[in-house]
């Protein structure tokens, strides 16, 4: 039997590149669909608007909205066109005080742009009389003509040189708190979700899983069978550091998971 299961486990792995394929080619159907009508990433349309104009455009992380690529005479017009075809995104022309020598953190200024989209007062000054500083902000102040041109000459001095900065005006609950590369913070999001699950019962469990697992089937085919791929190699290579003591109540739990869904088992012995 251990030999059956360990075909069955084997087989099963070749199932799962048999549904990749299958829904690759099922899906070219859609997929085609998905391209021809000409929509892209936002960050990659932003980065040919970028590269038309030599101009460095900042794109929130967070942001996973496709839209269709602009044609645009000027830059900021480019970005309307985009923003335009979604109401979660929105941009902002920044400017930055100057620090000598020092290139502001892509973070760090979206981040603080969003925060400041999501001050709801219309002005507010917080002082501390300790050290005689103060941080001030007011909504919507009507900007004096040249006002950019004289950032130089303010106290402190603020860069003239403007960050164009694409993002949603409101994160995600709990989005602030990612912190590090790309692949951290998706660990990260790893680990909210499994302890998001231990937290659920039974039954929201399986509709939460269920859910995320039919996003998984509607994800981008190149993504969804890199996934596979990359499971079934994690999965061989976990398979190889179990003793066989282990492999073998694995197959059992295996044979038992068979027998609940598809019944039978009399002749698997």
């Known amino acids: 039997m251990e030999k059956l299961w360990k ?9 799962m590149v048999a549904l990749a394929s299958a829904q690759t080619g099922t899906r070219t159907q859609r997929g085609t669909q998905q391209q021809d009508d000409g929509r892209i990433p936002i ?26 690529p602009v044609e645009a005479d000027s830059l900021e017009a480019g970005l ?7 109401n979660e995104v929105v941009w902002r022309k920044v400017h930055v005080n100057k620090v000598l020598g020092a290139e502001p953190n892509p973070e760090q200024v979206i981040n603080a742009t969003r925060a400041l989209l999501g001050i709801e007062l219309g002005g507010v000054i917080a002082i501390n009389p ?15 003509q040249g006002f950019e041109q004289s ?17 949603s005006p409101r994160a995600p609950s709990g989005a602030q708190a990612l ?7 998706f660990a990260q999001i790893q680990q909210q979700m499994m302890e998001l699950l231990a937290k659920m019962s039974p039954e929201e469990r399986r509709q939460a899983l269920q859910a995320g697992f039919y996003s998984w089937m509607n994800a981008d085919p190149e993504l969804r069978n890199m996934m596979i791929f990359e499971g079934m190699r994690m999965s061989f290579e976990y398979w190889q550091t179990l003793s066989p003591d282990q ?9 038992r998971w068979f027998e609940q869904y598809f019944g039978g088992g009399g002749g698997m012995e």
Do not use: C, W
């Not at 300790?130 to 004096?144: D, G, K, Q, Y």
């Open 43 to 68: 960050a990659q349309a932003v980065q040919r608007l970028s590269e038309k104009f030599n101009t460095k455009i900042l794109v929130d992380p967070l942001l996973t909205t496709r839209v269709r």
């Open 80 to 86: 309307d066109q985009i923003t335009a075809q979604t």
């Open 7 to 15: 075909q069955m486990v084997v087989g099963g792995l070749v199932v």
């Open 130 to 144: 300790r050290t005689s500083t103060l941080h001030s902000f007011v909504a919507n102040f009507p900007m004096p």
């Open 179 to 185: 912190r590090g590369t790309p692949s951290e913070q």
């Open 247 to 255: 492999q073998r109540e694995m197959m059992e739990m295996g044979r």
């Open 151 to 167: 950032l130089e000459q303010m106290q402190p001095p603020f860069d003239t040189k403007p960050l164009y900065v694409v993002l």
